[in-house]
C-alpha cells in the first residue's frame, strides 16, 4: 500500500505545502475566523485545503466557496443529519437507484459504485422525492466524512480524504439519459460546491459511443487535475480498473474474484464494518443497513415517504 502511495499527487495537502500555500492557508484561517466562520475544534487543515485547492489557492474564491458552505450547512441540517434523517424507503431506493461502497483500491480509498443502467426515475419517485434523495445524499457525504474515511486512514495508517467512484452506463439509453442526467446533476452539484477535492479516480464504464465523443470535447473545458482523475472507457474496462483496485477488491460482476454473500451491490464491505479496524463498525452508523437492509426483519415492506 505505502508503495501504491507514491502515485497520488499529494501536492497541496498537509506535509505538502509551499511557503506560499502556507501563508495563504494561515491568512484563510485569520480571516474566515475574523468573521466568524471557523472553529478550530471542528475544521481542521485538511478540510481547509480541499476548499483551498478546489480554488486552486486563489484566497478570495475560496473564501467565497467556504463561507457559502458554512451557510448551507446551517440551513441544511448538515452537521445533525447523521442523527435526524431517517430512510425507510432505504431497500426501495436501492433497487431503482442502485449504488454501493465495496472495498478500497490500492490507495487505500474506498471504492463507490453507480449503476446508471438501473437508474428508475419513474419507479424511484413513486418511493421517494427529489428533497429526500438530496438529503440521502448529503447523510452519505457526510457517513462518508466522518466514517468511512476514518475507518480507511486507520486501516492504511495514512491519512485518507478521497474515494475511486465507478459509474457503470451499461444499458444507459439516449432516450433515458436526460432523466438519468438531471438526477445526477442535482447531486453532483452538492458535491462540488460542499464536497470538493473528495474525487481521487473515477472510471466511468459501458460508456456509449455518442457519450465518448461529447467527452472528447468537454474535456478541452476542463483543467488537466480534473481531467487525469477521469477514465471513460467502453466495455474493455477491466485492465484499467485492475491497475488502481485488487482483482480480490473488484466484485466478480465487473472482472475481479469478490464474491459477497448476497451480492456485493448489497454488501457495503470495508474497513468501516469488516471487523479489521479497532472501533469499527459503529452502530448509530449502520443504521439503515441494520434497520432497513436485506437481513432487516420487514425489509421487503419498507418503502413508503
Known amino acids: 500500500m505505502a508503495a501504491q502511495a507514491s502515485q497520488e499527487n499529494l501536492a497541496g495537502r498537509v506535509g505538502n505545502l509551499t511557503p506560499e500555500q502556507t501563508q495563504t492557508l494561515a491568512q484563510f484561517k485569520t480571516e474566515l475566523a475574523a468573521e466568524g466562520f471557523y472553529d478550530p475544534a471542528k475544521h481542521d487543515d485538511h478540510i481547509l485545503l480541499r476548499f483551498l485547492r478546489a480554488r486552486k489557492f486563489h484566497l478570495p474564491e475560496a473564501k467565497k466557496m467556504w463561507t457559502e458552505y458554512i451557510t448551507w450547512r446551517k440551513e441544511f441540517g448538515a452537521d445533525e443529519i447523521l442523527q435526524t434523517f431517517d430512510f425507510p424507503e432505504y431497500p426501495v431506493v436501492k433497487k431503482f437507484y442502485p449504488r454501493f461502497y ?31 434523495m438530496l438529503k440521502n ?139 479489521s479496524v479497532e472501533g469499527y463498525p459503529q452502530e448509530e452508523m449502520e443504521k439503515f443497513n441494520r434497520l432497513y437492509g436485506p437481513n432487516a426483519a420487514g425489509a421487503a415492506g419498507a418503502g413508503s415517504k
Open 137 to 275: 445524499h448529503v447523510y452519505e457525504y457526510e457517513k462518508l466524512v466522518k466514517y468511512r474515511l476514518p475507518a480507511c486512514s486507520k486501516k492504511t495508517g495514512r491519512y485518507i480524504e478521497q474515494s475511486c467512484t465507478i459509474l457503470d452506463m451499461k444499458n444507459v439509453y439516449i432516450t433515458a439519459f436526460p432523466s438519468v442526467a438531471s438526477l445526477v446533476k442535482q447531486v453532483s452539484a452538492i458535491a462540488q460546491n460542499y464536497y470538493p477535492e473528495m474525487l481521487g479516480k473515477m472510471y466511468i464504464i459501458n460508456a456509449p459511443m455518442l457519450f465518448t465523443g461529447v467527452w472528447s470535447i468537454v474535456k478541452g473545458f476542463l483543467d488537466e487535475v480534473t481531467v487525469s482523475k477521469i477514465n471513460i472507457l467502453g466495455s474493455n474496462y477491466k485492465s484499467k480498473l485492475l491497475e488502481t483496485i485488487d482483482e480480490s477488491s473488484l466484485p466478480k460482476i465487473y472482472g475481479g474474484t469478490c464474491e459477497c454473500p448476497g451480492g456485493c451491490a448489497h454488501a457495503d464491505v470495508g474497513p468501516w464494518n469488516d471487523k
Open 102 to 132: 465495496h472495498k478500497i483500491d490500492k490507495l487505500g480509498r474506498p471504492i463507490y459504485f453507480e449503476q446508471l443502467g438501473g437508474v428508475d426515475v419513474k419507479q424511484l419517485f413513486q418511493v421517494t422525492d427529489m428533497d429526500r
